[in-house]
């Protein structure tokens, strides 16, 4: 019934209003619309306002409460007695409730008793609960409290086996995991509070680590130094072994003598092999301080203390000369660079290859001063290799390391004149003792080892048959010596020339030796030719010398080039010789001219005896003048001595000199202005003489075999002028010197000049008391006056 009526009242109103709705119209219509419709009528009033007529919607908003309050008055009349009943219905509904409210009230009472028992447990309970929640909390904090107190434990227990890095990792683990998360505050405070000390302590104990790995790597560097150094010696020691054995093969080869045998020898070598040191508190500190995230100033304190090191490995000790103490320093700077090398490689990035280059530049910047104030103050020739082979070898052992050692090669180079220039000088005092000692007599070799350390090793045998002992040498004791100086010189030139800039030296060493040979031992020779007081046989020996060292030149040159690594046939190319065999081919002619000049002074000491014979003789001398003999003895030894000395050539040289010097000195004694006059008989004692001379003459060319050489002229025609001038003297018809064709056939050596003076000293006879008087044969006065004539015609012709 409620519901019915509810139902109704619900409907009501908007039946009425729909009949209102219908029932107005106009203005009055639109705006009740609108406020049962529940519009805003805010711009309607506002538009009232604006237009200036608020009063005409003032009544039309009375008229609208009119109607509905007309409208409510009739609703009411028409739903009076549903009212009624409704509110009937209400009443019996409040009785009812007060009975439902008196039941409930008594039920809660019953419940209560009941459930009062029940609340005290549930208390009980509660109190329970709160208490297990309390003491698993505090299990909690106990539990995280503990881990954490295992780990600070293992973190304590790490740094005092210094084990930093497992420390760190339990220090970052708690810091990361556990500080955040312990409830405990007097804990936290603590860990956070001991954390940043520990970091510190581990620092402090890593760096003193490392300071004493400084301490230690700097004393041992150059041991290290001196190790991998020792490795690149005895790599070029192999490497020079190898070489000898290709030079020694290729020697075979050359002279087709014993089998060439090649071996491939096949080595691997680990350059670090050798090289054991420790850089475990390097990385074990540069690890560290990553961790602790100060790697750059880590790195920053290890570039300056090593850079400090160098500095201090780079100063010289003035207290002991360098050439005892380049090896140590060099060596201690090696090993500086060799460990930076490998820190460089193996230390992630601790070192920087600019930091690398820069420390390198600096110590070659030092290195390269200290050697060229060294190398000025050097005077020695062999201290300066000492110091250029260590110096290569340090350069050899830094390049498998990755170093620039072109600066340190470049002042080796520069330094190549001055050690050339104080080798040659030791070269020139030891050539010139050598020569000053020796006799210059021929080399009696006794032993079969002599000959191989005098001969063979220089090539310079005849033959290649071992001859009988003693053996007598072509040369003198001063031309192995010599020999082997030169040797020592392509040596030494080699072994400063190698293992620098160059790779092609030969023909710089091809320089030095020209000047070794042109300007020492050339010099020498020249010097000991000119100035030396020298017998006959001595410059024969000497001229034999330079012969041998002319020939020995071909052999330095192959020496150099087998030294050098350079092939033969290079060598052995036309204009590839020594300058320096020309100037020796000079100098031996040099040797020849005073070997002549001494036998001409020796010749002339016998031919002054020419001033005994009596140019107005008598009688004409059956044999020979007595200075003859004393020629012929001093022309033998000469042409015995120089043949067993000389080659034939300069044999050859020798005979032709001596005997057209005594041929011009007979012709020169009638010229000389001591002798006034001559008679036929002092010229047939000359005759006499020339015939002993010609006998000498043929027989010697015939027996040192120089008439095999074919030469144009012999020893006799060595005296052709003499001979032609005794011929014409005691010729019957000597007017015929002016008969063009028969001077030139018999007397073509003869000169107008000089023959003119001799026949005006020519007496036929020797002048005599009465001498007119006596009678002379038909002959002599024939002979007189072709003599006559040949004189007047002379006269006439000068």
Not at 254 to 276: H, K, N, Y
Not at 596 to 602: F, G, H, L, M, R
Not at 650 to 678: D, M, Q
Request: glycine share 4%; aromatic share 8%.
């Amino acid at each position: 019934m409620f519901a019915a009526d509810s139902g109704m009242m619900l409907h009501a109103p908007s039946r009425r209003r729909t009949v209102v709705e219908h029932a107005d119209g106009g203005v009055d219509g639109v705006l009740a619309t609108s406020i049962g419709n529940g519009e805003d009528l805010g711009p309607a009033v506002r538009h009232s306002f604006e237009s200036g007529k608020p009063e005409a919607l003032l009544h039309q908003l009375r008229n609208i409460v009119r109607k509905k309050e007309v409208e409510i008055e009739e609703l009411c009349k028409l739903h009076y007695e549903d009212f009624i009943v409704a509110v009937d219905e209400l009443r019996g509904v409040l009785v009812d409730a007060d009975e439902l409210k008196s039941m409930l009230s008594s039920e809660n009472l019953r419940l209560q008793e009941v459930a009062s028992a029940l609340l005290l447990r549930l208390e009980e309970l509660l109190e329970l609960y709160l208490i297990k929640k309390n003491v698993t909390e505090a299990l909690q904090t106990l539990k995280v409290c503990v881990q954490v107190s295992k780990l600070c434990l293992t973190c304590n227990m790490h740094v005092s086996n210094s084990r930093f890095y497992p420390a760190l990792k339990t220090l970052d683990m708690i810091e990361r995991n556990y500080i955040q998360n312990t409830p405990l505050k007097p804990l936290r405070k603590v860990i956070e509070k001991q954390i940043p000390a520990l970091k510190l302590h581990i620092e402090k104990k890593v760096c003193s680590e490392f300071n004493d790995w400084l301490v230690h790597i700097r004393s041992a560097a150059k041991e290290i130094g001196q190790l991998a150094i020792g490795q690149a010696s005895s790599a070029r020691q192999k490497e020079e072994e190898k070489r000898a054995r290709r030079r020694e093969a290729e020697e075979q080869s050359r002279t087709g003598v014993g089998d060439v045998a090649c071996a491939l020898d096949i080595e691997q070598i680990d350059e670090d092999s050798m090289l054991e040191f420790d850089l475990t508190p390097v990385y074990r500190a540069h690890h560290i301080h990553t961790c602790l995230g100060i790697e750059e100033k880590f790195r920053d304190y290890y570039y300056k203390n090593r850079l400090m090191q160098l500095n201090l490995d780079l100063q010289i000790s003035s207290a002991q000369p360098f050439l005892e103490s380049h090896q140590p320093f060099f060596a201690q700077i090696a090993g500086f660079f060799i460990v930076e090398d490998r820190v460089r490689r193996t230390a992630g990035g601790l070192l920087s290859d600019s930091q690398v280059e820069a420390i390198w530049e600096t110590a070659t910047a030092k290195m390269t001063s200290v050697l060229e104030d060294q190398f000025s103050r050097t005077d020695t020739a062999s201290h300066l290799l000492l110091i250029k082979d260590f110096v290569t070898l340090l350069g050899a052992t830094l390049t498998r390391h990755g170093y620039r050692v072109a600066p340190l090669l470049e002042v080796l180079d520069s330094s190549r004149d001055k050690y050339h220039e104080l080798l040659l000088s030791e070269c020139w005092k030891q050539i010139s003792d050598i020569l000053a000692s020796d006799s210059f007599e021929q080399m009696v070799i006794k032993k079969e080892f002599e000959y191989n350390m005098n001969v063979l090793s220089f090539q310079l045998q005849s033959s290649d048959i071992m001859p009988a002992f003693p053996y007598i040498a072509p040369f003198s004791s001063s031309v192995p010596d010599v020999c082997r100086i030169v040797r020592s010189f392509i040596e030494d030139s080699v072994n400063y020339l190698s293992y620098g800039g160059h790779i092609n030296f030969y023909e710089v060493v091809k320089k030095y030796l020209d000047k070794l040979v042109i300007g020492v031992l050339n010099e020498a020779l020249l010097n000991m030719i000119h100035t030396g007081n020298l017998g006959v046989s001595q410059a024969m020996q000497i001229a034999a010398n330079i012969a041998v060292l002319e020939g020995s030149c071909d052999l330095f040159l192959w020496q150099a080039a087998q030294l050098c690594s350079v092939p033969l046939r290079l060598v052995e190319r036309p204009h590839a010789g020594l300058t320096a065999k020309a100037v020796l081919k000079a100098s031996q002619n040099a040797a020849y001219n005073a070997l002549v000049n001494v036998i001409d002074s020796k010749l002339d000491e016998y031919l002054a005896l020419m001033n005994g014979i009596n140019w107005t003789a008598d009688e004409a001398p059956e044999n020979a003048n007595d200075y003859i003999h004393e020629v012929v003895v001093y022309l033998d030894f000469l042409i015995s001595t120089a043949q067993q000395i000389l080659p034939a050539e300069a044999l050859y040289k020798i005979g032709v000199g001596a005997l057209s010097h005594i041929s011009h000195s007979i012709v020169a004694a009638f010229l000389t202005e001591s002798l006034k006059r001559f008679t036929l008989n002092a010229v047939i004692g000359i005759g006499n003489d020339l015939k002993t001379l010609e006998a000498f003459a043929d027989e010697r060319f015939q027996s040192t075999g120089l008439r095999e050489l074919k030469k144009d002229r012999s020893f006799r025609d060595c005296l052709v002028e003499a001979r032609q001038l005794v011929n014409l003297l005691v010729s019957n018809q000597p007017e015929n010197f002016m008969n063009p064709v028969i001077r030139e056939k018999n007397y073509g050596a003869l000169d107008y000049k000089k023959v003119a003076s001799i026949c005006e000293k020519f007496k036929d006879a020797p002048d005599r008391l009465f001498g007119s008087l006596s009678s002379r044969n038909t002959k002599q006065d024939a002979r007189k006056k072709s003599m006559d004539m040949l004189k007047r015609r002379l006269k006439d012709f000068s």
